[in-house]
C-alpha cells in the first residue's frame, strides 16, 4: 500500500518536474513564431515609421493625457502631442489634483495653444477618472491615450487611424512603447524586454485579434467602442488590462500597430521595479477573477486561448512553489529532480535565444543590440521578480479592501539618457508605484482645490473643472452642452 501511494506521488512529481520544464520552452518557441509571421506580415513591407500610409480624409482625433504631479515633464508631453503630424487633432490634458506646479503648467501652454483644452479634476480619482473625462469632453470619434511622462511620435496617431478607417470592428489599438532612460542595468533590461518579450507576444496574438492587454502607455479607441463597455473602470487596478477584456468581451476587435512609437520612463531601482510589477499583477489577477465566466461561455471562444494561457501561467507558477517547498523542506526520495544545473541552463539558454529574435525584429524601430548584453540578467532578476510579483497577487488582492477608485501616487521613474527628463515626484528612485488603490475617503483627503485655485482656474475659457460627474455649476462656459 505504501509502495503504491510512494509511486503515485512519484508520478505525479515527474509530471509537475515535466511541466515546468516544458511549459516555458514551448510558450517561447509560439512567441517567436507567431512574431516572426506577424512581422514578415504586418510589417516587413510597410515602409519606414516616418512614411506612414495616407489617409484621404483624416478623421479628427483627440490625443487624451491624464496627468497626476507631471510639472517637470508635462510641458514637454503636451507640446510634442501637439507637434504631431495630423491634420485634424486636438490635445486635451487632464490634471488629476496634482499637488504640484502641474496646473500652472498645463493654463500656461493652454495660454498659449488654441488646439489644447486643460480640465482640472477637484478630486483625486485616478487615471479612468482622468480619460473619462477627457473622453466625454472630446468631439472626436478616435481617441489616442498616452501617459503623462512620454514624448509620441510625430507619425503615431496616422499609424493607428488607419486601422480604425480599415475595420469598423476594431475598437481600440494598441502602440509600441520605447523606453528613452537607459541609465542603468535595470532600466536597459526593460529596453530589451519592452522590444523582445512583450513586443513577440502582442505579435503572436495580434494575428487572431486578441489581445491580453493594450498598452497603458499609448493606446487608440474608437469612442463608439468604449462608449458601448460604460467607458474605463475605476476601481480596476490596471486600466488597461480591464479595458481590453472588457472590450473583447463585447465582440471588439483589438489591433497592434508597431509603428506607433511613443518614449516613456520605467523605473530605475529595484525597488521601483517590484512596485511596478506587483500593480500589473495584482491588475491581471482582478481581470482574471473578473472573467471567470469566459472558459464557460461560447460567445467568450476567441478569449479561450488568452484565458487558458492565464490558467497555464498561473498553474506554472503555483506549482513551482509547491516544487520548490517539497524538495528544500519534504527531503523525499521521491521528490522532483530540477536538473540542478542543466535545466536552468537550456531554459536560459532558450530565453536568450528569444531575446535575439526579438532584437532581430525590432531593429527597424530601434537599436537593440546595444543592450543586448545587459539582457543576460533577465532570467536572473526579472524571472524571479515577475515570479514572486504573480505568486503574490492573489493573495494581495483577496486581503485588500475593494475601494472606489485606483488613485494615483508618484512614480518611480529615472532621467531619459539625454537628461530631458525627471522623476516628476522629486523623491529619486524610491517613489512609489504610479497607481494604487485608495479609498475614495483617502483619495479627497488633502488633494481638493480651494475655492480660491477653483476661481482662479475657472477664469480662463478654456479651462474646465471636472468630477465624475461632473456638477454643471462646476464646469466653464466653453464646457460641450453634453455635460451641462
Partial sequence: MLA????????????????????????????????????????????????PPKLEDPPGVTIMIPLYNEEILCRRTVETALQVDYPNLTVIAVNDCSKDNTAAVLDELDSIHKNLIVIHQIVNQGKASGLIAAAERSTDE????????????????????RHFVENPKVGAVTGNPRISNRNNVVSRVQVGEYSTMFGMIKRTQNLTGSLYTLSGVIAGYRKTAIKDIGYWTHDAMTEDIDVSWKMQRAGWCLKYEPHSLVWCLQPESLKGLWKQRIRWAVGGAQVFCKNLDVLVTFSYARLWPLYLEMVLSYAWCYLLIFATVTELFLESTYAMDFGIFVKPLILCSVCMFQIFVGT??????????????????????????????????????????TAKYAT????????????????????????????????????????EHSTAEMEALLSNSNVMLYTSPPPSDLLSPSAPSDLL
Avoid: Q
Fill in 142 to 161: 478616435y481617441l489616442i491615450c498616452i501617459d503623462g511622462d512620454t514624448v509620441i511620435d510625430p507619425h503615431a496617431v496616422h499609424w493607428m487611424v
Fill in 408 to 447: 494615483w501616487e508618484s512614480s518611480d521613474r529615472g532621467s531619459d539618457s539625454s537628461g530631458g527628463g525627471s522623476d516628476s515626484s522629486g523623491r529619486g528612485s524610491d517613489s512609489s508605484d504610479k497607481e494604487s488603490i485608495s479609498s475614495s475617503s483617502d483619495a479627497v483627503s488633502g488633494s
Fill in 4 to 51: 503504491d501511494y510512494l509511486a503515485i506521488v512519484y508520478r505525479l512529481f515527474t509530471d509537475i518536474d515535466a511541466y515546468l520544464f516544458w511549459y516555458p520552452i514551448v510558450m517561447s518557441f509560439r512567441w517567436m513564431t507567431g512574431a516572426v509571421i506577424g512581422y514578415f506580415k504586418d510589417e516587413f513591407f510597410t515602409g519606414k515609421v516616418s512614411d
Fill in 360 to 401: 532581430l525584429i525590432d531593429a527597424k524601430y530601434d537599436k537593440l543590440y546595444r543592450n543586448y548584453g545587459y539582457m543576460l540578467f533577465y532570467p536572473l532578476f526579472f524571472w524571479l521578480i515577475g515570479f514572486f510579483a504573480a505568486a503574490y497577487s492573489f493573495p494581495r488582492l483577496i486581503l485588500t479592501e
